[in-house]
């Protein structure tokens, strides 16, 4: 992972881009489509400082064989050679789990690349949350995926990494702070046109997923409350574009970089990203990018 160091003490605007759920495999013009992105990007003017790779690099890890793991990945490795000098700040995706799925997988649990290794290997990530010091931002990027529940795994944060998001908070309430997932931490409008949340029943319910939204957000909203110098939540995962401002904080959901999944649009919402100009002062500006047929501004 190239890192940010040369970025220390900078004190003018910081440029990156929140690049999520690339879903890299041999199929369906992925590689094409991921390249394309990535020159959209080489493409920006100004110039960016990094990548926030929200995670869901590979299509699909988590029921295959180590063969077709590791064939994904030298996808990523292949398509990201060509941009080795932007720094990269990574998050572990849900399809990055290698082998959760033991059944198709093949695995039991004891190789040594299961589950979130494989992903940390791959992408030089010495932990799966960790800070990061960009410029006078701090960057604080969590690991939303905890196995069991009824997909195979829920979003929320372990009772240690709780602990560790509690104490950064209170070590620093001064730094202007971005936190990323991969899961989102708040819900909108288009979470509820997807696929995976049941539409409301004889009762008039909801059947919300607690793999599409945190399951502990509440606790961790809270905690926000309490440090007004998180100033913006950046999220995958869901492959929409959505921005929703909560008490201070701005969430915002990119959309997938591979649209749905290599086949086309989905929900409306194709192949893109987000540039984020991160001010000294604490301001920024989010700018949505939509890759799909030609570099253009999209709404954010
Ligand atoms: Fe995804």
């Not at 990055?96 to 093949?106: A, E, I, L, Q, Y």
């Not at 909108?188 to 059947?207: H, K, T």
């Not at 919300?208 to 950046?234: T, W």
């Not at 999220?235 to 909560?246: D, K, T």
């Amino acid at each position: 992972m190239k890192g940010f160091a040369h970025l220390d003490g900078l004190t003018r605007s910081i440029r990156l881009v929140h690049f999520t759920d690339p879903h890299i495999q041999p199929e369906r013009g992925a590689v094409e489509g991921v390249q394309r992105a990535l020159r959209a990007i080489q493409a920006l003017s100004p110039d960016v400082d990094g990548l926030l790779l929200g995670g869901d690099v590979v299509m699909n890890s988590v029921g295959v064989r180590i063969e077709r793991a590791q064939e994904q990945w030298d996808l990523w490795d292949h398509v990201i050679a060509d941009h080795a000098d932007l720094p990269i700040a990574p998050c572990i995706g849900n399809q990055d789990c290698w082998g959760w799925n033991r059944k198709s997988s093949g695995c039991n649990g004891s190789e040594p690349l299961f589950g979130k290794k494989m992903a940390m290997h791959r992408l030089g990530m010495p932990a799966p949350y960790y800070r990061l010091q960009v410029g006078i931002w701090r960057i604080l990027v969590l690991d939303s995926l905890q196995q069991g529940g009824s997909h195979g795994y829920t979003a929320r944060l372990d009772p240690e990494q709780r602990k560790w998001l509690a104490s950064e908070l209170a070590d620093n309430t001064t730094s202007p702070t971005l936190v990323m997932s991969h899961v989102p931490l708040v819900a909108g409008p288009a979470d509820f046109f997807s696929s995976r949340v049941e539409a409301p029943n004889e009762r008039g319910d909801w059947l919300y997923p607690g793999q599409h939204l945190h399951a502990d957000s509440f606790e961790i909203l809270e905690l926000f409350r309490r440090h007004p110098n998180v100033k913006v939540c950046v999220a995958g995962h869901i492959h929409c574009r959505q921005r929703i401002e909560f008490r201070g904080v701005t969430y915002l959901h990119s959309p997938a970089v591979c649209g749905e999944w290599w086949r086309g649009d989905y929900l409306g919402f194709g192949s893109g990203f987000t540039v984020l100009d991160l001010e000294p002062d604490g301001a920024f500006q989010a700018t949505g990018v939509d890759v799909s047929a030609e570099l253009r501004p999209s709404s954010t």
